[in-house]
């Protein structure tokens, strides 16, 4: 099952699932992460983590460590 951490530069997606709740994935959720949003990776830092999200109008970062709890179709 595809994740956001597998979205890359122009890339969009649906949450469709969240596979763990922590501390980091329940402030990703206040930003808007929630199942049903369409999110859109705008880009990536040189490493490639973190990426950079628009969602809702808004611009966020988060790390490849708690992306992958965020189930995408």
């Known amino acids: ?3 956001l951490k597998d ?3 122009d890339e969009s997606g649906i949450i469709t699932g969240i596979s763990e709740i ?3 994935v329940l402030r990703l959720m206040s930003m808007g992460l929630v199942v049903g949003a369409e999110i859109k990776c705008e880009g990536l830092s040189l490493g490639g983590d973190p990426k950079f999200f628009s969602l809702y109008g808004s611009q966020i970062t ?3 460590n708690t992306l992958h709890f965020f189930k995408i179709s």
Do not use: E
Request: proline fraction near 0%.
């Open 1 to 3: 099952m595809k994740t």
């Open 22 to 24: 922590n501390d980091d």
């Open 7 to 9: 979205l890359n530069a």
């Open 62 to 64: 988060a790390r490849n």
